[in-house]
C-alpha cells in the first residue's frame, strides 16, 4: 500500500430536502489534501446524509460536490473512486474475508497477481493476514471492522468515508480502533472523513471538525477551537460540559461588559462585540470551589451557593451548586488531601474572566 | 418455559402421531415395500431392473426430470426481472405485479392447459395470428413444450414471491458498499444481490420443481402421457393396484422430490445470512433509465398478456359455442354454465366439504403442532413437525396409491363398502397433503407471539388451558385463518391425489368434474365453466380472507414468504 495523492474534497452550497423534509441547507465544506475530518452532531443532523451525498448515494438538490475542484456530483457512485466503510459494515457474508477484500479490486479488473499481492497487503495493514479465508460470520466484531476498513482502502481510494465506524463495538475497543484508525489514515495520508455523534471520539483524533444541527453547519474549526471559542449556544452545550448564564452585553469603546443578577457588571476581555440580551458561557473545569470564609483573591469574580449535588468521576468531581435557584456545574480535581463539599455545604465559586465567551443570545 | 410433561399434551400429540402414521407414513412405506418386493414377500429390485428396461418408463423419467428442471429455468427467466425491478427501482406498476402475479395460483394449470392449448396450439390464436402475418408459427404447446409453457406460467409466482422478499431482507449497504466498491448494473446483481437472495430463490425454485413434478392433470389434459406421475396413473388405474411397475414410478418421484428438497438446504448449508442482517435503513430505490424503462415495462405488460391468457381463454372458452381454427369463438353462449350448474352442483358441493373438512382438520393439528413444539419439551416433538412437513414431498399421485394399497381390505365397520370407495378418504388426504401450509402459518403465528404474554395471563389467575382458549388463540386467529384459507383453496384445486382415490361420480369433487369435462372435446365448454366458477370461489376466498387478515391484528407483519 503506498501513500497516495492527496485529494481536497469540497461541498458547495448543497441543500438536499427528502421529500418536504428538508435535511442540509446550504452546507459548504472546504476539506484540505490529507486531513482527517470530523463530522460531527446529534442523530439526525444530517451529517450520515451528508457523507452518503459525497459517496454519491444521496442527490442534492442543489449545489456541486468537488474533489481537486473537479465536479463529481454526476459521477454514480460506482465510478467515484471514493471508499465507504459503512456503520454495520457491510461485509457479504457469502463471501469470504479474502473475497470481501479483492472484490472493488476485481470490479476494477486488475490482473489476477495484483489484486492478490494488494488483498494480501490491505488485510495485513488491518493485521488479519491469516483470516482471509474466514467468512465474515465467525469474526468478532472489531475484526469484522477492520476487514472492512481493509476492504475500502484496497483499492485505494482518492478518499476514505468512515460512517459512526466505532459505532458498533464495546467502549474499550472503541478508544483502541480510534487510534488504530488515526495511524493507518497517517500511514496512508488519504483525505478521510468520519462521522460520528460521539463528540470525544470526534475532538480526539480529528484535525478539524465540523459541527452540524437541524442540516446546518453550525462551526468548522480544530477541536480546540470548537471547545474553546464555541461559536454559539448549541456548539458550547453539544462540545464539553457548559454553564450558561443569561443577562445583557454592552460594547463600548472601552470595552465590553455584561450584567446579569447573578454576578452584577462584569467587564469581559474583547473577545467579540456584542450588545443586547446575551449568554456568557464558561466551562465547569475552569471553576474554584472554596469555603464561604475564605477571603477569595480579586482576579476572580465570586459567587455563593449551596451544593446540590455531587458525583465522584475518578479524576474529578462533579459539584451542582445551587446559586439563586441556578445550577452550576464545577469540577473540582481530585487528589489525595484535595477538599470535598458535601451535599447542602455552602460555597464561594470563583470565576476568572478570562474564562468566559460571551455568546449572542 | 417451565417443562412439565402434562398427560393431555401427550396425549393429543399421540393422536396427531397416530394420524400422521395410519394417513400418511404407512401408506408410503406400503408404497415403498411393494416396489421393493416379490409377491411372496421376498426382497428383490427385479420391479427397477423392468422399469428402466421398458422404454416407455425410461422415457418417462427423462422427461419428468426435464419438465420439471425447464419449468423452474422458464419460471425463474420471469420472475427475476420482475422481483428485481419491483425492488430496486422506483418503478409505476410493482403493485399490479406483486398482486396480478398471486392470480396464476388461483387456478391450477390443468384447467388453463385447454385454454392455453387453444390460444398457443398449433391451430391456437397467436399461431393462427402469426401464420397470417408472418407465415410462420411458435410451437408453445407441442409435446413437452406445452407442459412447461403451462407448469411454468402458473408456478412461478412460488419464485416470484420468496424472491422478492429474500431481497427485501437484504441490508441496503450490503448493495451500497458493493456500489462504493466499483460494482453496477448486472456485475451488481451477479456477485452480491442474487448470491444473497439465493435462499429465497432456492426455496421457490424447490417448490416449483415440487409442484411440476406432482402434478399429473395438466400433461393429461394436453394429452402428454410420457410423464412419471402420469405412468404411475394409468399402470394402477388400467393394468391394476398389484402392477408393480406403477409403485417403482411412485418410488422414484418421492425420492426426486427428496432430492430436490434436500438439495435446495444442501446448497445453503452454513449460509444462515438472516444473522448478519440488521434491518437497514430504507430502501433506496434508483430511477430506471429510459432504455431500462422500455425494458421492464415492456416485460411486465408480456408477462403480464401471457399470465392472463389462460384465465381470459378459460373464460372465452366457457362463454363459447364453437371455438377451433379461429381467433376467438365464433358463437357465444351462456349454455356451459346451465350444463354445469344442472350437472354438477354436487360436485360444488362436496368440494366445499372436503376442503372444509381438511382445512378444518389442518388447523387444528397445525395449531396443536405449533403449540407442541414451541411451548411444551415434549420429548420428540420436533418428530411431529418433521412428519407432518415431509407430506410436501409426497406426490398426490403416490399417497393416492398408497391408500388404495394400504386400505384395500379394510371394510367400513357395519357395511360391506370399502373404505376405499369412502368419500372421507379423499377428505383424508387432502388433509393430509395441505397440512404442511397450515403448520407453516399456525408456527408463524406463534413464533411472533411472545411467551411473556402467556405468562402474564398465568400470574393473574389464568390456567393453561383457559390462557390457550382466551390469549393464545385469539392472538394466532391471524395466522390460523391464513393457514385455513391456503389449504382450503390448495385442496379445492387438487387432482393428482383427487383422481386415484374417486370411484363414484357422485363423490367427485369439482377439480376431478372439470378434468373429467377437459378429456372431451365436446366437454371442454362445461368443463371451462366449472373451472370459471372454481377460479370465482377461490378468488372470493384469497380476497375476503386477505381482508379479514390484514384487519385483524398483523399490521406491523413483514411480507411473508411462502415457504415449504
Redesign the interface.
Known amino acids: 500500500m503506498t501513500a497516495q495523492r492527496k485529494v481536497r474534497l469540497e461541498v458547495r452550497n448543497v441543500s438536499l430536502a427528502f421529500g418536504a423534509t428538508p435535511v442540509l441547507r446550504n452546507v459548504n465544506l472546504d476539506i484540505k489534501p490529507g486531513e482527517f475530518f470530523a463530522l460531527l452532531g446529534p442523530s439526525g443532523c444530517g451529517k450520515s446524509t451528508l457523507l452518503r451525498l459525497i459517496?454519491?448515494?444521496?442527490q442534492a438538490q442543489s449545489g456541486a460536490v468537488c474533489i481537486d475542484g473537479a465536479d463529481i456530483t454526476r459521477i454514480?457512485?460506482?465510478?467515484?473512486?471514493?471508499?465507504?466503510v459503512?456503520?454495520?459494515y457491510?461485509?457479504?457474508?457469502?463471501m469470504t474475508v479474502a473475497q470481501n477484500v479483492a472484490?472493488?479490486l476485481q470490479?476494477?479488473k486488475l490482473p489476477r497477481a495484483d489484486i492478490q499481492r494488494k488483498t494480501q497487503s490491505a488485510l495485513e495493514l488491518v493485521g488479519l493476514q491469516d483470516y482471509g479465508q474466514r467468512r465474515?460470520?465467525q469474526l468478532s466484531g472489531g475484526q469484522q471492522q477492520r476487514v472492512a476498513v481493509a476492504?475500502?482502502i484496497a483499492?485505494e481510494p482518492k478518499l476514505l468515508l468512515l460512517d459512526e465506524p466505532l459505532s458498533n463495538l464495546d467502549a474499550q475497543l472503541r478508544v483502541h480502533m480510534r487510534t488504530e484508525l488515526l495511524a493507518l489514515q497517517r500511514k496512508l495520508g488519504v483525505t478521510t472523513i468520519f462521522v460520528t455523534h460521539d463528540q470525544e471520539e470526534a475532538l480526539s483524533i480529528s484535525d478539524r471538525v465540523a459541527v452540524l444541527d437541524g442540516g446546518v453547519i453550525q462551526q468548522v474549526g480544530t477541536p480546540m477551537e470548537l471547545f474553546d471559542r464555541p461559536a454559539n449556544r448549541f456548539i458550547a452545550s453539544f462540545v464539553g460540559t457548559i454553564n450558561l448564564l443569561s443577562g445583557t452585553a454592552h460594547t463600548t469603546a472601552d470595552g465590553t461588559t455584561f450584567e446579569s443578577p447573578l454576578l452584577g457588571r462584569l467587564a469581559l476581555p474583547r473577545t467579540s462585540a456584542v450588545s443586547g440580551s446575551a449568554e456568557i458561557a464558561f466551562r465547569p473545569h475552569t471553576l474554584t470551589l472554596a469555603s464561604p470564609d475564605r477571603a477569595g483573591s480579586a482576579d476572580k469574580v465570586w459567587m455563593q451557593g449551596s451544593v446540590a449535588h455531587r458525583e465522584f468521576l475518578g479524576e474529578f468531581i462533579r459539584y451542582r451548586i445551587d446559586v439563586q435557584g441556578i445550577d452550576i456545574v464545577a469540577d473540582q480535581p481530585h487528589y489525595g488531601g484535595s477538599i470535598e463539599f458535601l451535599p447542602g455545604a455552602l460555597v464561594k465559586i470563583g470565576i476568572q474572566p478570562g474564562q468566559i465567551r460571551l455568546l449572542a443570545a | 418455559m417451565h417443562a412439565r410433561l402434562s398427560p393431555a399434551h401427550a396425549a393429543i400429540a399421540l393422536a396427531i402421531a397416530l394420524f400422521l402414521v395410519l394417513f400418511l407414513i404407512v401408506p408410503v412405506i406400503t408404497v415403498v415395500y411393494v416396489a421393493f418386493t416379490n409377491s411372496d414377500g421376498t426382497l428383490t429390485l427385479a420391479h427397477f431392473f423392468s422399469f428402466f428396461g421398458l422404454t416407455l418408463m425410461r422415457e418417462s423419467f427423462y422427461n419428468s426430470l426435464y419438465v420439471g428442471a425447464m419449468s423452474v429455468l422458464l419460471a425463474s427467466i420471469i420472475s427475476l426481472p420482475l422481483a428485481y425491478f419491483t425492488m430496486r427501482y422506483r418503478f409505476r406498476g410493482g403493485v399490479l405485479i406483486q398482486t396480478l402475479g398471486v392470480l396464476p395460483l388461483i387456478m391450477p394449470p390443468f384447467v388453463g392447459a385447454a385454454a392455453m392449448q387453444l390460444l398457443f396450439g398449433r391451430s391456437g390464436s397467436v399461431n393462427l395470428i402469426l401464420n397470417d402475418c408472418c407465415g410462420f408459427g411458435i410451437p408453445f404447446m407441442e409435446g413437452l413444450n406445452g407442459v412447461i409453457f403451462v407448469e411454468a406460467l402458473h408456478y412461478f409466482p412460488f419464485i416470484l414471491l420468496n424472491l422478492t422478499v429474500a431481497l427485501a431482507n437484504i441490508d441496503t449497504a450490503m448493495e451500497e458498499s458493493a456500489q462504493n466498491l466499483g460494482a453496477s448494473g448486472v456485475r451488481l446483481f451477479r456477485r452480491i444481490v442474487f448470491p444473497l437472495a439465493l435462499p429465497g430463490y432456492l426455496a421457490g425454485a424447490a417448490l416449483v420443481f415440487l409442484k411440476v413434478f406432482d402434478d399429473v392433470g395438466t400433461p393429461l389434459v394436453l394429452n402428454v402421457t410420457d410423464i412419471l406421475a402420469v405412468q404411475a396413473y394409468l399402470r394402477i388405474t388400467s393394468i391394476g393396484i398389484d402392477d408393480p411397475i406403477g409403485y417403482v414410478a411412485s418410488v422414484i418421484m418421492v425420492i426426486a422430490s427428496l432430492v430436490a428438497l434436500w438439495g435446495s438446504t444442501w446448497l445453503m448449508r452454513g449460509r444462515d445470512y438472516a444473522t448478519l442482517q440488521r434491518g437497514g435503513s430504507s430502501l433506496a430505490r434508483r430511477e430506471l433509465k429510459p432504455l431500462q424503462a422500455v425494458f421492464a415495462y415492456g416485460w411486465i405488460i408480456l408477462v403480464l398478456l401471457i399470465v392472463l391468457s389462460p384465465h381470459i381463454g378459460i373464460l372465452l372458452l366457457s362463454l363459447s359455442k364453437v371455438w377451433s381454427f379461429s381467433v376467438v369463438p365464433d358463437v357465444y353462449t351462456l349454455d356451459n354454465y346451465k350444463t354445469v350448474f344442472r350437472d354438477s352442483s354436487g360436485m360444488m358441493a362436496n368440494t366445499l366439504l372436503y376442503c372444509g373438512i381438511a382445512a378444518g382438520f389442518d388447523v387444528l393439528i397445525g395449531t396443536a403442532i405449533a403449540y407442541l413444539i414451541l411451548r411444551t419439551r415434549l420429548p420428540a416433538r420436533q418428530w411431529l413437525d418433521l412428519a407432518a412437513s415431509a407430506a410436501i414431498a409426497i406426490p398426490g399421485v403416490v399417497l393416492g396409491i398408497g391408500y388404495l394399497r394400504t386400505f384395500k381390505d379394510f371394510q367400513l365397520p357395519f357395511t360391506t363398502q370399502p373404505f376405499t370407495a369412502f368419500w372421507v378418504i379423499i377428505a383424508i388426504a387432502y388433509t393430509v397433503r395441505r397440512l404442511p401450509y397450515a403448520l407453516r402459518s399456525c408456527m408463524a403465528a406463534l413464533q411472533q407471539l411472545h411467551v411473556s404474554l402467556e405468562e402474564a395471563a398465568e400470574n393473574l389467575g389464568a390456567s393453561k388451558n383457559r390462557t390457550i382458549y382466551r390469549i393464545v388463540v385469539p392472538l394466532m386467529a391471524g395466522g390460523i385463518l391464513a393457514g385455513f384459507v391456503t389449504s382450503f383453496l390448495t385442496a379445492a384445486v387438487e387432482l393428482s391425489a383427487t383422481i386415484m382415490l374417486v370411484t363414484a361420480q357422485s363423490d367427485a369433487p369439482m377439480s376431478y368434474g372439470i378434468y373429467l369435462y377437459m378429456q372431451s372435446i365436446a366437454g371442454r365448454g362445461p368443463g371451462a365453466a366449472l373451472g370459471v366458477i372454481a377460479v370465482v370461489i377461490v378468488g372470493i376466498g384469497t380476497y375476503l380472507s386477505n381482508r379479514l387478515i390484514r384487519g385483524r391484528a398483523a399490521q406491523h407483519e413483514a411480507p411473508r414468504a411462502l415457504h415449504i
Not at chain 1, 459517496?55 to 444521496?58: E, H, P, R
Open positions: 459517496a454519491g448515494f444521496n454514480p457512485p460506482w465510478e467515484r473512486d471514493i471508499g465507504m459503512f456503520q454495520n457491510a461485509l457479504w457474508p457469502h472484490f472493488g470490479e476494477r465474515p460470520s476492504r475500502t483499492i
